[in-house]
Nanobody, 116 residues
Framework: QVQLVESGGGLVQPGGSLRLSCVVSTSIFSSYFMGWYRQAPGKQRELVASIGSSGVRTNYADSVKGRFIISRDNAKNTMYLQMNSLEPEDTAVYYC?????????WGQGTQVTVSS
C-alpha cells in the first residue's frame, strides 16, 4: 500500500514563504502524475497544483498561479510545493496525492497557517 507523508507546514506571516514536501513510498513514483491539494476549515478539498511524471508539465489553480511552484525529485520519491507571497486565504491542511486516480489512503497532511 502506497504511503504519502507530507511535511513542511507551519505558521507564517502574510507575504511569507514555505516549502512543503511529500514523500511517496513506491518504487514507481517516477511514473505517477501527482498533485497538491488543500482543505480549509468548512470547505471541500481542492487541487491547487499538479505535475507530470517527468516534472516538465505543471498546472495551477488560478488562486495560486504565480505564487506557488510545484516540483519533484524522482530519485528521492519526493514532490515539493514552494509557496511564496502567502495570504491568509492559503490557510489550510495541505495533502499530496495522484489526481484522477487518488490513492485510497491519504496522508495526514501538513497544516499551513498564514496569520499576522
Amino acid at each position: 500500500q502506497v504511503q504519502l507523508v507530507e511535511s513542511g507546514g507551519g505558521l507564517v506571516q502574510p507575504g511569507g514563504s514555505l516549502r512543503l514536501s511529500c514523500v511517496v513510498s513506491t518504487s514507481i513514483f517516477s511514473s505517477y502524475f501527482m498533485g497538491w491539494y488543500r482543505q480549509a476549515p468548512g470547505k471541500q478539498r481542492e487541487l491547487v497544483a499538479s505535475i507530470g511524471s517527468s516534472g516538465v508539465r505543471t498546472n495551477y489553480a488560478d488562486s495560486v498561479k504565480g505564487r506557488f511552484i510545484i516540483s519533484r525529485d524522482n530519485a528521492k520519491n519526493t514532490m515539493y510545493l514552494q509557496m511564496n507571497s502567502l495570504e491568509p486565504e492559503d490557510t489550510a491542511v495541505y495533502y499530496c496525492n495522484r489526481p484522477g486516480a487518488e490513492f485510497a489512503s491519504w496522508g495526514q497532511g501538513t497544516q499551513v497557517t498564514v496569520s499576522s
